[in-house]
C-alpha cells in the first residue's frame, strides 16, 4: 500500500472504474434523457396534471432507471467481475452476491 492510501480510512476509500469513450457516453446518455423525463413529471405536476398521467410518466422513469442499471451491471459483469476473477480476486463474486438483492428490491 502506498503513502497515499494509507492517510485514507477504509472506510473513505472508494474503487474507481475507467470506461471506455463508448461506455461513458451511453451512460451519460441515458441518465440526460432520465433527467429530462424527471423534470417533465415535475412540470406535470406544477401544471396541475391528473393523477394517472404522472403515474404513468413515473413509471416510465422507473423503466428507464431500469434499463440503466442492466446496462450498467452487464458492463460491470464483463469487465470488473471478470477480471477481478481471472486475477484470483474472488472477493468481487461476495460484493456481486451482496449487490443483486439490493438491485431486486
Known sequence: MNDKNRAV???CRHKTKERSEK????LLNRLSRIEGQVRGVRSM???N???TDILVQVSAVNAAL???NKVLL???LQTCVTED???G???SMDELIHLLPKLMK
Open 45 to 47: 405536476l406544477e401544471n
Open 9 to 11: 480510512p477504509d472506510c
Open 66 to 68: 431500469n434499463s440503466f
Open 74 to 76: 452487464a458492463n460491470h
Open 23 to 26: 461506455e461513458y457516453k451511453d
Open 85 to 87: 476473477i481471472r486475477a
Open 89 to 91: 480476486h474472488e472477493e
Open 49 to 51: 396534471a391528473y393523477c
